[in-house]
């Protein structure tokens, strides 16, 4: 029977030492000329789009189609240009997981289950060298709330395989209580990782199907059967 492996991107996969959270601010400030205080937000484990849109309630921006385009297409210059002047880096046991699953037993499908919208999921990625290594995938531009983006990718998913993928087919790996509850939305296994926007019992708390505290501790095999 194959499987869905859906990753969450910051904190799960790679740290990019604040480089999201410093586009955000340089593209409020060059764009909307507008200095941000980038910490009255939470950014961890939400959608590109409803961090946006908080900050433009906070600083009383129309919150038009209009301007969230203007927004993105500054952030993600900014995003590129800071990441490659930032100290980032692949998170521990990514590179063994990922190897951990291609080469199970069962066929194994791996995809992107993020907030941040696709271009800016592609440019974190692609800096690290990863972006190739999945075929699937649902973004914060597909739509603001990370449940319905789970529905996304377990369709996305059903569509790759050309199969119906049940929630029992599928594992979500992030690092914060917004993606357990994502695969808890779809029926899928939870496996929490705490190399990122949340404690380790923290995590524990919503009951994950797996909780590591990073993923060299995870067993691609155990988690697959």
């Given at each position: 029977?194959?499987?869905?492996?859906?990753?969450?991107?910051d904190?799960?996969?790679?740290?990019?030492?604040?480089?999201?959270?410093?586009?955000?601010?340089?593209?409020?400030?060059?764009?909307?000329?507008?200095?941000?205080d980038?910490?009255?937000?939470?950014?961890?484990?939400?959608?590109?789009?409803?961090?946006?849109?908080e900050?433009?309630?906070?600083y009383?921006?129309?919150?038009?189609?209009?301007?969230?385009?203007?927004?993105?297409?500054?952030?993600?210059?900014?995003?590129?240009?800071?990441?490659?002047?930032?100290?980032?880096?692949?998170?521990?046991?990514?590179?063994?997981f990922?190897?951990?699953?291609?080469?199970?037993?069962?066929?194994?499908?791996?995809?992107?289950?993020?907030?941040?919208?696709?271009?800016?999921?592609?440019?974190?990625?692609?800096?690290?060298?990863?972006?190739?290594?999945?075929?699937?995938?649902?973004?914060?531009?597909?739509?603001?709330?990370?449940?319905?983006?789970?529905?996304?990718?377990?369709?996305?998913?059903?569509?790759?395989?050309?199969?119906?993928?049940?929630?029992?087919?599928?594992?979500?790996?992030?690092?914060?209580?917004?993606?357990?509850?994502?695969?808890?939305?779809?029926?899928?296994?939870?496996?929490?990782?705490?190399?990122?926007?949340?404690?380790?019992?923290?995590?524990?708390?919503?009951?994950?199907?797996?909780?590591?505290?990073?993923?060299?501790?995870?067993?691609?095999?155990?988690?697959?059967?």
């Amino acid at each position: 029977m194959a499987k869905l492996v859906l990753f969450d991107v910051d904190g799960t996969l790679i740290r990019s030492r604040g480089a999201g959270v410093m586009a955000f601010g340089k593209t409020f400030e060059t764009e909307f000329n507008i200095k941000v205080d980038t910490s009255r937000v939470k950014f961890s484990g939400r959608t590109d789009p409803s961090i946006v849109r908080e900050f433009f309630r906070i600083y009383g921006i129309d919150q038009s189609i209009g301007n969230f385009q203007r927004f993105f297409d500054t952030y993600v210059f900014w995003l590129d240009y800071l990441l490659k002047r930032s100290n980032g880096e692949i998170l521990k046991g990514v590179w063994n997981f990922i190897n951990g699953l291609r080469a199970a037993d069962v066929p194994v499908v791996i995809g992107i289950l993020t907030g941040n919208i696709r271009l800016g999921a592609e440019i974190k990625l692609r800096h690290f060298q990863l972006w190739d290594e999945f075929v699937v995938g649902a973004f914060g531009d597909d739509h603001e709330d990370r449940n319905t983006l789970a529905k996304i990718a377990q369709e996305r998913g059903s569509r790759y395989l050309n199969k119906q993928l049940n929630g029992s087919d599928i594992i979500v790996v992030g690092d914060t209580p917004h993606d357990i509850a994502c695969a808890r939305a779809i029926g899928a296994k939870a496996l929490a990782v705490a190399s990122g926007g949340a404690e380790f019992d923290e995590l524990k708390a919503h009951s994950p199907d797996w909780l590591v505290h990073t993923l060299i501790e995870a067993d691609p095999e155990l988690i697959l059967t």
